[in-house]
Nanobody, 125 residues
Framework: QLLLVESGGGLVQSGGSLRLSCKAS????????VAWFRQAPDKGREAVSC???????SGASASASRFTTSRDNGLNMVWLQMNDLKPEDSGTYYC???????????????????WGRGTQVTVSS
């Protein structure tokens, strides 16, 4: 089973940047699509982006134009670069993985079996 650990969250001022990391262990990440989800307090979990095992990305939220998802299969890592952060970007960010063919990507939580515990992002105004 794939183990995912997020890091890189923190407190940042509006307009600032953060780079979240998702480190995988237990299996080769190269065979997995990876998505980022976030959950704000008192709100449902929403998709942020997805990157297929072949590296094709797909933004899912209104924040997509400010965020960039990348991966390094050799390092078993996926990153979410977040720029020009806004208070509405605050929440707990999760990475999730799905064993999938190269072109697969999804923004649906049900498609992902392996989840990290999340990292907290707080953007102050």
């Amino acid at each position: 089973q794939l183990l995912l650990v997020e890091s890189g969250g923190g407190l940042v001022q509006s307009g600032g940047s953060l780079r979240l990391s998702c480190k995988a262990s237990g299996s080769r990440l190269r065979y997995y699509a990876v998505a980022w989800f976030r959950q704000a307090p008192d709100k449902g979990r929403e998709a942020v982006s997805c990157i297929s095992s072949s590296g094709v990305t797909s933004g899912a939220s209104a924040s997509a134009s400010r965020f960039t998802t990348s991966r390094d299969n050799g390092l078993n890592m996926v990153w979410l670069q977040m720029n020009d952060l806004k208070p509405e970007d605050s929440g707990t960010y999760y990475c999730a993985a799905a064993f999938a063919v190269q072109a697969f990507c999804s923004h649906a939580q049900k498609d992902f079996n392996d989840w990290g515990r999340g990292t907290q992002v707080t953007v102050s105004s």
